[in-house]
C-alpha cells in the first residue's frame, strides 16, 4: 500500500435513516428568538416609527407582529462564518409559464425589503409574509448565498414564497384567505458505507488527504486513536490505518462528513482498534475491541497536532538564559495563536502573567495531578474555573522567556514533573463497558471487526457488502 495511491471504496447503502445533521449556521445580527422580549420591543418601536412614516401611511394597526415585521424588513444579511452549500432545490416553472417561480439570491448586506423589491414586490407583501405567517419570523434570519424564490399569480400579486434556508431545509409561504400560511420541508441526507486505508509515508495529515479523507474525517481519526497513539512524536513511516465511515449523500451527492463506525491504527507493529458504540445511556464513544473506552483521562498532547512544526530539543541550552538548565516540560512549536486545549478535565488553579512564564495556566485534577501551559499569546480561562478536556484555555505564544511562539507544557504527579509522553500509558482510563453491555458491544462490533481485519488484509472481496462496487487499490 501506498499513501500516494487514493485508497477507498464504496459499499452498500445503509439501511437505517441517518440523523439529520445540524446546519450550523452562526448566529449573527439579531437573533428575535435570544434577545430579551422588551430589547426587541424597545428596538422595534424605533424602527416601527420611521417604517410607519414610510410604508404605513394608510392607517394600520400597532400590533406586535407588525413591529417585528418592519425589524424583520429592514434587517441586513450578515455574511455567515462558514459558506453555505449551493441550494440543491432547484427552481421548478410551473405548468402555467406565468406562475413560475422566479429566485432571487440573498446577497451580503441585503435584507428583505431590497429582495422583495427586486422580485417586484413591495414592502406591504414582506409585512404580509412575515406577520401573518406561523414561520414568519424565520425570514429574520437569512444570509448570503441563500435563496428566496417568489410566485406571483396573472395579476401579479404574491401567491407564493419558498424561501431555501439549505439543501435540507425549506421553508414555503402560500397565500391563503386566511393570510399566508407556512410549511416547513426537511430532507434528509442518506448515509453510505465506504472504507479508506493508507500508509503514512510522512504525516498522518498527508496520508489521509491521499486516502481521499477530509481534514475533519483525518481529525476525527487523530481524535479517536489520541489516547493511545502520540501523533506529534509516534507515527513512523510505513504505519497503517483503515477506517470504515459514512458519508452523507443528498441528489446522489456527497452532502458532507458521516461518522466513522469503526478504524484501526498500525504504529510500529502494534495494531489498535476502535469501535463507535452508544452505550445503554445512549452516549456514543469509541472503545477497543474489549469494551475499554479510547478517552484517556489525559490528552497527549494539548495542542492540535497538525499545527505542531517541530519539537524543541529538551537538552538544548536554554536560549535566554544560556546555560543547561533542566527541561522539566515538553515544548511544542506551534504559531502564534493556535488554540491550546486544556489536557484533562480539572480547575484552573493559576491563571496569570509571570517574567518568565508570560502568560500561564495551571490545571489541577483531581488530587493528584497538575498540569502547566506557559509562554501563552492569550489566557481564555480564569483562576477557579472548571474546565473540562480538550476546551480551549489559551493560545499559542511567545510571551515571557521564550525565543519563538510554542507552548511550554508540564506535567506533575502528585507535585513531581513526570514526561507527559511517557506517564500517558501508565494513567487512568475513562470508563470501559460494564460487563453487563459487553454481550451487545461484542454483536454490534462484529461485522465491523471482520471489515477491519479484512481491509488489513488486503482481502477486500471479503467485506460483506456489494463487494462488486469495491474498486481494488
Ligand atoms: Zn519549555
Known sequence: MSASKRQRGATAIREEPGQLPQLNLPQIGLSLERTPQKYVLAAAALALCTFLVIFFMPASENTGSEKLAAEIAEQAAVEPLTELPPPAVAVTPAANSEQAWHAQTVRSGDNLSLIFKRAGFDNRDVHNVVSQATDGKSLARIFPGQTIEFRADQQGELQALRYVKSPLESITYTRTDAGFASEVALRKPEPRETWAAGEITSSLFLAGQAAG?????????????????????????????????????????????????????????????????????????????????????????????????????????????????????????????????????????????????????????????????????????????????????????????????????????????????TIHKKLPKAKSLPKVEMAQFRSAIRDASAQLASLRSNNHLALNTAAANIEQP
Not at 497503517?240 to 458532507?256: A, P, W
Not at 512549536?333 to 512564564?357: C, E, I, L, M
Not at 506557559?374 to 480561562?381: A, E, G, S, T
Open 213 to 421: 479523507l477530509t481534514q475533519n474525517m483525518i481529525m476525527e481519526l487523530a481524535n479517536i486513536f489520541g489516547g493511545v497513539i502520540d501523533f506529534v512524536q509516534d507515527p513512523r513511516k510505513g504505519d497503517t490505518f483503515h477506517l470504515i465511515f459514512e458519508e452523507m449523500y443528498l441528489d446522489g451527492k456527497k452532502y458532507k462528513d458521516g461518522e466513522i463506525i469503526a478504524a484501526s491504527f498500525t504504529n510500529q507493529g502494534e495494531t489498535f482498534s476502535a469501535y463507535r458504540f452508544k452505550d445503554a445511556n445512549g452516549d456514543v464513544s469509541f472503545y477497543n475491541e474489549d469494551g475499554v473506552s479510547m478517552r484517556k483521562a489525559f490528552l497527549l498532547a494539548p495542542v492540535d497536532f497538525t499545527r505542531i512544526s517541530s519539537n524543541f530539543n529538551p537538552n538544548r541550552l536554554h536560549p535566554i538564559y544560556k546555560t543547561s538548565r533542566p527541561h522539566r516540560g515538553t515544548d511544542y512549536a506551534a504559531p502564534t495563536g493556535t488554540p491550546v486545549f486544556a489536557a484533562g478535565d480539572g480547575r484552573v488553579s493559576k491563571a496569570g502573567y509571570s517574567r518568565a512564564n508570560g502568560n500561564y495556566v495551571f490545571i489541577q485534577h483531581g488530587e493528584q495531578y497538575v498540569t502547566k501551559y506557559l509562554h501563552l499569546h492569550k489566557r481564555k480561562v480564569k483562576q477557579g474555573q472548571r474546565v473540562s478536556q480538550s476546551q480551549v484555555i489559551g493560545s499559542v505564544g511567545a510571551t515571557g522567556a521564550a525565543t519563538g511562539p510554542h507552548l511550554h507544557y508540564e506535567f506533575l504527579m502528585n507535585g513531581v514533573h513526570r514526561n507527559p509522553r
